[in-house]
């Protein structure tokens, strides 16, 4: 809590602009985004000639956007050239630097997660019991991996932008995120009572703050390198 006072909120508006206005600009990025996540969708439901079973259905669904985010926060780092890095350096902080490179990434993943499953229920179809807790389960999840694989491509960048390198980071920290994701969506398809969800929400949550925390942790010390 300490280190999130200590973050320049003006610094972090003027960069998630700045990140928005970048990425509007290379229209070709944000298409090609979205043309990935349309023809995987429409590739598999061609896949499907006969009655998807919900777990199929949930998995598949899970596997399209966890790619989609690697794709989406994997060249968050990529654009920034060393001339630019060291004007980064020179003008902003590192923590409002991380954040507002996290936020720009859940808010961006947000929309390509409910793009994606817009198509997704209308090429394969599907019987949402508790959207509402489908939604907000979708919405935790993608922020989540958008966070995750941020701090991982900022570790990355440190190794030339190895992607291999920061694939084998995420794994660790994604793979609990994607089981407790893929069981709420379980029970939100499912109908079940917001009861017997709470505790796997708050883990979502958790582990969105952490990944946070983390990151306003150990950037600093990746921004002096």
């Known amino acids: 809590m300490v280190l999130l006072l200590s973050v320049n909120f003006s610094q972090i508006n003027t960069l998630i602009k700045k990140e928005f206005l970048l990425e509007f600009r290379q229209k070709a990025s944000l298409g090609g985004i979205l043309v990935y996540v349309a023809a995987t969708v429409f590739i598999s439901a061609?896949?499907?000639?006969?009655?998807?079973?919900?777990?199929?259905?949930?998995?598949?669904?899970w596997v399209i956007l966890l790619f989609a985010s690697v794709t989406v926060s994997s060249k968050s780092f990529l654009k920034e050239t060393k001339g630019l890095g060291l004007?980064?350096?020179?003008?902003?902080?590192?923590?409002?630097?991380?954040?507002?490179?996290?936020?720009f990434n859940m808010v961006l993943m947000l929309v390509i997660s409910?793009?994606?499953?817009?198509?997704?229920?209308w090429f394969i179809g599907g019987n949402?019991?508790?959207?509402?807790?489908?939604?907000?389960t979708l919405a935790l999840s993608s922020t989540g991996f958008a966070g995750v694989l941020s701090l991982m491509s900022a570790i990355a960048s440190k190794a030339n932008n190895n992607?291999?390198?920061m694939s084998i980071l995420s794994f660790p920290?994604?793979?609990?995120?994607?089981?407790?994701s893929i069981r709420l969506s379980k029970q939100a398809i499912d109908g079940l009572s917001w009861g017997?969800?709470?505790?796997?929400?708050?883990?979502?949550?958790a582990l969105n703050v952490f990944v946070i925390m983390?990151?306003?942790?150990?950037?600093?010390?990746?921004?002096?390198?």
């Not at 920290?173 to 407790?180: G, I």
């Open 173 to 180: 920290v994604l793979m609990p995120m994607v089981l407790v």
């Open 214 to 225: 983390l990151a306003n942790l150990l950037f600093p010390y990746l921004w002096n390198d």
């Open 128 to 136: 949402i019991q508790n959207f509402s807790l489908f939604f907000l």
């Open 196 to 205: 017997v969800s709470y505790d796997f929400l708050l883990i979502l949550a």
């Open 46 to 61: 061609l896949s499907f000639t006969g009655k998807i079973h919900t777990h199929e259905w949930n998995a598949l669904f």
């Open 114 to 121: 409910l793009i994606t499953l817009f198509f997704y229920i």
């Open 87 to 103: 004007f980064n350096y020179t003008y902003y902080s590192p923590r409002a630097f991380i954040l507002s490179k996290i936020i």
């Open 163 to 165: 992607f291999a390198l």
